[in-house]
Nanobody
Framework: VQLVESGGGLVQAGGSLRLSCAAS????????MGWFRQAPGKERELVAA????????YYADVVKGRFTISRVNAKNTVYLQMNSLKLEDTAVYYC?????????????????WGQGTQVTVSS
């Protein structure tokens, strides 16, 4: 199984980025997917998640209304559209596939992880 993130980079506050995560080696459409992030000195946190069926998404309160998670099962890809970016969104962002079709808040419930992509928001 391989998860490969792309789309990170440097952006000014208020700007937008779209992260992509291409999956291979798993029955992608079945599994829930999550986007986590980890900032220096902080714990990894779940930012957004989407179930295998694509409905009932989850967003952390700090990104609600600004970030949108989506998936295209035909492309084995999950996306994270990030708008109105803030300085505090700076982190390494990871995509992960859950152990089942429902998402979880717990990182331990995600079996496979990408290598991460850096998002840096500048003032």
């Amino acid at each position: 199984v391989q998860l490969v993130e792309s789309g990170g980079g440097l952006v000014q506050a208020g700007g937008s980025l779209r992260l992509s995560c291409a999956a291979s080696g798993l029955f992608f459409s079945f599994y829930a997917m999550g986007w986590f992030r980890q900032a220096p000195g902080k714990e990894r946190e779940l930012v957004a998640a989407i179930p295998g069926g694509g409905s009932s998404t989850y967003y952390a309160d700090v990104v609600k209304g600004r970030f949108t998670i989506s998936r295209v099962n035909a492309k084995n890809t999950v996306y994270l559209q990030m708008n109105s970016l803030k300085l505090e969104d700076t982190a390494v962002y990871y995509c992960a596939s859950a152990r089942g079709s429902n998402w979880s808040l717990l990182a331990d419930e995600y079996r496979y992880w990408g290598q991460g992509t850096q998002v840096t928001v500048s003032s």
